[in-house]
Nanobody, 126 residues
């Protein structure tokens, strides 16, 4: 059974860093993604990764707004995915969600994922 749990959120000043963790998606190759949702805004895809080391990072996708600042990774031994966020900006402030069980299509499309965590809040002050 999939039970996603996110951790690592917090409050930082602009330019700071945070690392989010997502566990509970179980073993075996699958696609895991990070999404975020700010108040009164739609949920948007941030990054996605395929949890299979033999895929050789070919299955990583980023939203343009976070490219070169965020890095998604995964540890198969721990069945945990990470989102390293550097150079944080106030516009990165949102609730960040982990999602798993992707049924195909665009990897950053929230409607393509079945399981979701409860979210972890990220707040960036200027």
């Amino acid at each position: 059974q999939v039970h996603l749990v996110e951790s690592g959120g917090g409050s930082v000043q602009a330019g700071g860093s945070l690392r989010l963790s997502c566990s509970g998606y179980g073993s075996g190759p699958k696609r895991v993604a990070w999404f975020r949702q700010a108040p009164a805004k739609v949920r948007e895809g941030v990054a996605s990764i395929y949890t299979d080391d033999t895929y050789n990072n070919a299955g990583i996708y980023y939203d343009d707004s976070v490219k070169d600042r965020f890095t998604i990774s995964q540890d198969n031994a721990k069945n945990t995915a990470y989102l390293q966020m550097n150079g944080l900006k106030p516009e990165d402030t949102a609730m960040y969600y982990c999602a798993a069980d992707f049924d195909g299509g665009r990897p950053l499309d929230a409607t393509r994922y079945k399981y979701w965590g409860q979210g972890t809040q990220v707040t960036v002050s200027s």
